[in-house]
């Protein structure tokens, strides 16, 4: 009808790789996006998920369409690929009948890092750079008893009676709180309360704030448009899949030791995990299998390599790992 907002369908990536116990994200940069036929980025610093247009003629699926713009403008090729969510609220790019209504679909990729090509200008980056809150194989990050549990307290006490019970109830579960156990599955909620509670930079600049800035002091770098949202989306649903899906083989190389795997877990659960206990988790679970040789530069006794045995697949309904929440022991959210 005439004075609508014409619609952009595109597609969002969320690609993921873990290198050296870092998680990594492949980003670019916001004056990328227009390339890609979106609207650009008011603000170039701020990073943003790589974003390219469906080509309806071309692409006959929208993982094919994925995997074709990723491997032609970054130089990758994605592993496993998963459709994820779709995005689409009204200004989710910009509050102007001027500019294109963009719905993205977006996914969760897999990959190997490798230096990207291509006109992206792409680059990678630590995950928990986005959401420090969320590594925990450190300990509590100090930013949650710093800065966001008095926050929740403030927003705890500003109602009362259900109200205030509901609050309560929604950090506790959102954050670890109150006794509960801290959910690693969880990231995006977190992400949505820190915004509620105008803690992000996100937040403040949707409130058409004036103090946006490209670095949030202890809570995390900010991206553009709704893309740490998405990318929170990612994380929850990459954590999620560690449970019932041997998704984390697609990270490591062909062969591995047991090290390097458990590593490699803890660096995408954000928790740090007994080493006895998730050796007999793998063993018992039937997920690996030795081949008989060892690797010698691990720096100390030589180690053995072990393999994906991929009969599990075909063994198991859920052929996962099992990963333990954190349970808090302070309450400091409770109020009086």
Known sequence: MKGERPIVIGLNAVIVAVTRESPRILTISGSSVSDAGAHASPDAQLDVLPFGPLDPEADRTLELS??????????????YVEQLYTFGDRDRVARSKDVPRVISVAYLALAREQRPSGS??????????FFPWEDWRGGQPSVIPDVVEPALATWIDGVRDRAREERLERAGIAFGLRGSTWDPDRVLERYELLYEL???????????????????????????????????????????KLRYRPV?????PRTFTLTRLQRVVEALAGIRLHKQNFRRLVERGGLVEGTGRLDTRTGGRPAELFRFRREVLRERRAPGLGLPGTRRGRHTVDGP
């Open 66 to 79: 994925i995997r074709r713009w990723v491997s032609e403008r970054t130089g990758l090729e994605l592993g």
């Open 120 to 129: 992206y200008r792409a680059r990678w980056r630590d995950w928990y750079t």
């Open 198 to 240: 105008g803690l992000v930079v996100e937040s403040l600049r949707d409130r058409d704030r004036p103090e946006t800035t490209v670095d949030s002091p202890g809570l995390g770098r900010p991206m553009d448009m709704d893309h740490r949202r998405i990318l929170a989306t990612g994380l929850g649903r990459m954590r999620g």
């Open 248 to 252: 984390v083989f697609e990270l490591v």
